[in-house]
């Protein structure tokens, strides 16, 4: 089921669903750079094209945590418009790598729904969420973990 652009409630989630996130995006080198200033990675294959041509990689590896951050931002229309608190993320994998000029896109399993013991307007759900490139290789995979809003219960419920 595809939720128009209001996004999904808590429930609005069916286990074993598999979401298709409508977006891709493909990675340019002002992504990479400009992620990998902000955060203050110094490591130099992500933007010294001379050293990168020297490593096993042969040119410039994309920041690895670029790659995941695209991938829960593709996975956001779907997932989390409604979501409350991001709960955890896990078995974070990274099996090929990403290269400036590749296009990742990624779908979503729900696998599991059950009600807040704390919140009761809200629902916790577990995904996990895979990105491939533009070959389908799987360039990242990981479990999340997190709170949504229950119909009616969100910020825009109050206005």
Known sequence: ????????YYEDFTVGEVLVHV???TVTESDNSLFTMLTMNTNPIHFDAEYA???AFGRILVNSCFT???AVGLSTA???RHVFANLGWEEILLPVPVFIGDTVRARSEILSTRQSG???DVGIVEVRTIGVNQHDETVISYKRTFMVYKRGHGPEALG
């Open 68 to 70: 995941f951050s695209l």
């Open 78 to 80: 779907d997932l989390s």
């Open 1 to 8: 089921m595809r939720i128009a652009d209001g996004g999904r």
């Open 23 to 25: 977006l891709g995006r």
């Open 118 to 120: 704390s919140r009761p």
């Open 53 to 55: 041509r020297k490593t």
